[in-house]
């Protein structure tokens, strides 16, 4: 009896020792994987190279795999998502996730894999970028997915694994649920992902439950005035000071329309007027970003939006402005609490309290939150710890910059981040999964 009890005791600990050996195993390749991906970054709706090295490893892990994944309607974008499915015997179903896609970044750093891509935009050459560390995701995805198919007594159910194109247009998530991605393979009980985060050390992975990150909303305005000579404005409606009156007017929406407490952001990034000193234009362009997490707050941000414009543009006697929201924005990212609570449990148990950091929320954007299907499915996206602590022990004591998400000089620890990332995906999933009979 005791030695049965000694066994009982130790075989928490056994397991945990031995995921780790797979995972240290995998680590070398893992890398050298990531820093392939890292040297090719690919565009959203352009991940083809992407896609197949996902393809590819995700077959030889025992996984059924669709390509080409997606529904698209605009011209130019090719179906490049990737759907692996690992159906190991009854049990509920989860869903991993990893985005494929890098931005028109030219890299600035000097790591001997840093992408060398370049592509014209708008007549210029820009360089290409993972400067939003979704090849960190893709790496943790496969490693994780890789590492899962050889512990596969300690789970059972199905798995579902996604290489998302496009989640920086905005547009991934959703061509491949309108391709029938819960109804082609099933509706996942939960789903998780991991984002990257500079601001945390490498070897930690941070969480917060609830709104965790925004609706992101893009709004286009045209003021229109009357156009004339500079010198005679008494002939003219003068956009550019309409214009400026209403990016004034904008920020009282969420001083004083929005609730204190709840959070709303609204930002005008480009405003375009003009040709000549002396020449009143017949219009501005306001291109603006809105940030918020209720429903309800997102609804009456917007039509204070298009009541400001309009209401300045009545006052001076202009004509109508054209408030336009394009497109539909990325939902928020509601971090289910009872799975986001569970699994930072469960990380807190493997890595230790000092490793998993509740982080608060932010006003940033994410496609993942379309996964969660208006809360019909529990979704929990955590954050991965990126930098070596020395480095941001240094930049927290004013010693030297953290470069940030979408910026030329981002990159991440490889060993640390990877090995922690894999290590917390396959946790999830074990702790979200029976284990096998
Ligand atoms: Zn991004
Ligand atoms: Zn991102």
Known sequence: VKTLLLLLLLAPATQAADLE????????????????????????FHEKRTGAKVAKALKKAGFTVTTGFGSY?????????????????????VLLRADMDALPVTEATELKYASKVKISKGGKQVGVMHACGHDAHTSVLVGAAKVLAQARKRWQGTLIVIGQPAEEAGAGARSLLADGLYTKTARPDYAFAFHVSPDLPAGAVGYHTGYTLANTDSVDITVRGKPGHGAFPQNTVDPIVLASRLVLALQTIVSREVEPLKAAVISVGEIHAGTRRNLIPAEVQLRLTVRTYENEVRTKVLAAIERTARGIADSAGAPAPVVTVRGEGTPAVYNDPPLTRRLAGAFKKVLGQARVIETGAVMGGEDFGRYGLKREVPISMFWLGATE??????????????????SPGMRIAPKATLSTGVQAMALAVIELLPAAK
Do not use: Q
């Not at 050996?21 to 970054?41: C, M, Q, W």
């Not at 309607?73 to 179903?93: I, Q, S």
């Open 21 to 44: 050996n797979l995972i240290t195993a995998e680590l070398p390749g893992l890398i050298s994987f990531y820093k392939d991906l890292h040297a090719h970054p690919e565009l959203a």
């Open 73 to 93: 309607t605009k011209k130019g974008r090719v179906p490049t998502g990737v759907v692996g499915v690992l159906r190991n015997g009854e049990g509920p179903t």
């Open 389 to 406: 602590s020395e480095r941001l022990r240094k930049a927290r004591a004013g010693h030297g910059r953290i470069w940030p998400l979408h």
